[in-house]
Antibody, heavy 113, light 112 residues
Framework: QVQLQQSGAELVKPGSSVKISCKASGYTFTSYDMHWIKQQPGNGLEWIGWIYPGNGNTKYNQKFNGKATLTADKSSSTAYMQLSSLTSEDSAVYFC??????WGQGVMVTVSS | DVVLTQTPVSLLISLGGQASISCRSS???????????LHWYLQKPGQSPQLLIY???NRFSGIPDRFSGSGSGTDFTLKISRVEPEDLGVYYCLQRTHNPPTFGGGTKLELK
């Protein structure tokens, strides 16, 4: 069965970067887009972008250009998202989702000094 | 970006009752290939969203037939019949016809 296992919660300082992971299993990792979605506390959902692990192609929501960088490691079937120059506005839960059908459990990122 | 407006914002339903949620788009969601990429999700408390309906009216794997989707163009509806306790949570619509994909603001389904 399709499973997406995300890394653990992160507490990071303003101005720093964080890299969160999403390990896929139960399907051919290189054959499906992996999407990333942001959810701020009490708020709705915001699409960040996707990566196609088969060839590394990416597409981003313009709002997250320069903020998020998506990569994928075919050897470990793991997708990554790096968030840079963190501010309090980046505090949120971040989900990975295979073609927006199967979702990971989410990673809470808290930006605080 | 395409704006999806969901109504109502919250819904009080009795167990066994029927719920109807509307999702209206700021522009047509018919793709140039003829498909309509409007999907519905349920996010239960403390969980990640789960896909219920894809492309307007197709139930995702394992989703009971109590859930049904309909609509076209800019107006879409999710109906939940015979509401059960596990149906409670926040429902979202999502459009993938236009870039970037956008979500509706959500409808919270609660028990009366």
């Amino acid at each position: 069965q399709v499973q997406l296992q995300q890394s653990g919660a992160e507490l990071v300082k303003p101005g720093s970067s964080v890299k969160i992971s999403c390990k896929a299993s139960g399907y051919t990792f290189t054959s499906y887009d992996m999407h990333w979605i942001k959810q701020q506390p009490g708020n709705g959902l915001e699409w960040i972008g996707w990566i196609y692990p088969g060839n590394g192609n990416t597409k981003y929501n313009q709002k997250f250009n320069g903020k998020a960088t998506l990569t994928a490691d075919k050897s470990s079937s793991t997708a990554y998202m790096q968030l840079s120059s963190l501010t309090s506005e980046d505090s949120a839960v971040y989900f990975c989702a295979r073609e927006l059908g199967y979702w990971g459990q989410g990673v809470m990122v808290t930006v605080s000094s | 970006d395409v704006v999806l407006t969901q109504t109502p914002v919250s819904l009080l339903i009795s167990l066994g009752g029927q719920a109807s949620i509307s999702c209206r788009s700021s522009q047509s969601l018919v793709h140039s290939n003829g498909n309509t990429y409007l999907h519905w999700y349920l996010q239960k408390p403390g969980q990640s969203p789960q896909l219920l309906i894809y492309q307007v009216s197709n139930r995702f794997s394992g989703i009971p037939d109590r859930f049904s989707g309909s609509g076209s163009g800019t107006d879409f509806t999710l109906k939940i019949s015979r509401v059960e306790p596990e149906d409670l949570g926040v429902y979202y619509c999502l459009q993938r016809t236009h870039n970037p994909p956008t979500f509706g603001g959500g409808t919270k389904l609660e028990l009366k």
